[in-house]
């Protein structure tokens, strides 16, 4: 299938791994021109190899999307992108009697504040060309939140809001702004959780693990090639009658009829 | 982006014409033999055609999926599908308190009994093989009901929230179940639509498209193909883990937060 | 409180035990005149006894509300209520592989068109006296579709579209329009699912119990008062401009967002 | 009906006029000891006169909930309510291109961290008494944000997510959390926006009222009454069982099905 976005370029928030990184890969395979980001300079360059090595086209920029300084790195080495992933490193679990100041200060900072204001910097260029896809990688915990992710959900729960009411506009010129809802996939972060619970539960590896996945209905991890070409297929000509949704890649685990 | 499914067979209920169609074409794109069906022998005739002129693989199936004799003979043409696309025309819209028994008793066979029974009858096979993919094209009045259009969103949410139950135990074995929810495709169901309008209020054709298109966000009705290439990604080997879920295409006009 | 409806009428179906005579009684203690129904004459008498004995006005229907002759009869005795709380015993739970055409049959005489034509009885004479309030007794399945409860899950969320399509023109006369979904009170139904639990996994009665509260967050049943409470609430004055909802008793347990 | 809640203590946040001053003469009617709230001295005392000249028993608080130290003052003279109300004036309506830092700075302490510390300051007490009722009230926006009240959508979103994780633990200890959604009620903010329009577009007040109506599918304004029950009512004993819900006051004018 052919998605009709080669030539476009496309700016990826916190790419340099993760669910990020596939996003990147599956839209640098479609011919889109990728702009990658990451707080460290190795890891991102290691990305940018495997991108160009497949014959995909790319760009490193080295900020932390985080800050208004990052932000505006990203804009000026990529100030009108076509595709805009909104990404970060999200909150540490924190339970609410816990959470302080600081913790949602940084929560609205790195996952509600910074996709904003990536969304308010682009979106008029989009508009003005005709063509945008905005995603917004949150988190299953958005439409199913949980304790102990309380700080997360709600500022994820913030941006999703924000973007329904902006997409009803920005429709109208053909830029999409669409989230997607992943929960678990095979990255690193769930590496560290599975070593997380192998420590604290005094388990293998393995069946730390077992555990993971036992909360999802497929009975399995996402692998996150599955993730990144949801993402394409989401920036494709095709999809521009698509907006303002919530894309559950969970495994099927959701339990919610709507 | 190769969805990976080429050989695969797919049987699409009511593809004669409109969504269902669309779905056909795309799928055959994408190197899946499709089995199309409707009532009229010589539309059925002239979308094959279209397909294999395209180079396209496709059986055709005269028969009315409403009736338990016509999904009889879809399965006997096709008794192992990997692949099921549930389609049907709608219930003319009717008022609630003039809606009469006949209504509710045609709209549960056409739009609630026919998908549920073909899901029942394919599901076991897909489980056993380890793949399957099925998509019901409902409406977007199932998220939001509409007056005139009740006996449809009725019997169709129904299917949607059976639905939700099954893909909780079918995700297992690699059998996902979504559902699409169009709003409003340039189809011969629009056409007819517009030429309703223009009867009944006295505008012109164009005045009276107008007049439909208004009602939706993005300002223009979707184009066929956009709805068959979607359904064609969510029967991809990479959607393999999202499930459960209902894909609204419709221009962005929902006004729900989820 | 002065819910301000004494002197109303109300239609409580199914209200002989369970949710449906917690409805009674609270609308009883109101000053409504309660119309009970019930398919068992005794069940009936006792359950009129109580709320007379405790000063309520009260009419006993026997009927069975899943057949035409029952609404008839219903709506013979009762014929220009006030008040319409649709419920009705929910289909036995089966598995979808397992649903036969007599299941779906039956589910949608009973959960379905049953409520269905009920509203479409005393609709307009809500409408023309300028007061209606219509409850319908759905189930948490509504929001959270389960295999084991497929069928129920289907028939009750296709009334619960109705129901939305229908609200919306009902409440510019004043009838609103809702659904309770109840999960779990401690009613005979659970008394009954206790038992079921104990014979098939050979535990005690008190051990079957404590199994079915460990699904409900708040770590107890609900108790029938508290919904007949809540089913008076939203047919007082007060509640005119709530319609069209989805209302869960269920101690806390639904995961999702909205 | 009686609520079972005479003699509780509730701390009302913004409640000398509109929806929350509603709610703090329902609870007071219930024979609640409420603790009402503002900014201004004057309007605090009016409200408060109102309601013991009715026979309640009501303490002024003179603070600003969007601030530490407003927060601080109210839980000084209210440290341990049986019940939190939490309100708050709502952001002024800005497009999502004009939004600056400023505007969701003030959003966010006002409407987003107000409630949220609010509810980190009562909810120990609350579980440890085993007796807890938490009301936000939000807004219509959040389940139909609009774009020019886009960033009052995203903070109370915010606020509704982070409720519905915390709910889940709060109802274990008879702990429930609840937000009511208005839209539109009669108050002094519609009179506001009613001239507003009367200004913009130079119609009559009347004819600036009408405007505003039309968009309810009721066709009137709800009546701070209903709302003020309503919330009375969740605060109730018997609404023990229901918990993390949106309740939506806005005359069935919502579209969705959930």
């Known amino acids: 299938m052919d998605l009709g976005i080669s030539g476009k370029k496309a700016l990826v928030c916190a790419s340099s791994e993760g ?79 816990q959470s302080t100041q600081q913790d949602w200060d940084d929560a609205i900072a790195a996952n509600m504040m910074a996709p904003i204001f ?53 429709v109208m010129s053909n830029v999409t702004i669409n989230n997607i809802l992943p929960e678990m996939f095979d990255t690193g972060r769930q590496q560290k959780n599975a070593e997380l619970i192998m420590r604290f539960t005094k388990v293998s590896y393995d069946d730390a693990r077992k555990k993971l996945v036992s909360r999802i209905t497929a009975g399995r991890m996402g692998v996150p090639k599955e993730f990144g070409d949801t993402c394409a297929f989401l920036c494709s000509q095709q999809a521009s009658y698509m907006s303002g949704q919530n894309v559950q890649l969970d495994g099927g685990s959701y339990d919610g009829l709507i």
Do not use: W, Y
């Open 118 to 170: 990536m969304i308010q910097s682009v979106l008029s260029g989009m508009r003005k060309r005709k063509f945008g896809r905005i995603i917004n990688i949150t988190s299953a915990m958005v439409k199913s939140p949980s304790p102990i992710m309380c700080v997360s959900s709600a500022t994820r729960t913030a941006v999703t809001a924000l973007c329904k009411a902006v997409s009803k506009e920005a």
């Open 19 to 97: 669910l990020g990184k596939a996003c990147a890969i599956s839209l640098s395979q479609e011919g889109v021109h990728v702009f990658i980001n990451g707080r460290t300079l190795e890891t991102l360059q290691a990305t940018a190899k495997e991108i160009s090595d497949a014959g995909g086209q790319v760009t490193i920029i080295q900020a932390d999307v985080s800050t208004e300084a990052g932000r505006k790195s990203l804009l000026e080495v990529c100030p009108e992108p076509d595709i805009l992933i909104n990404n970060n490193a999200g909150p540490n679990p924190v339970g609410f009697m």
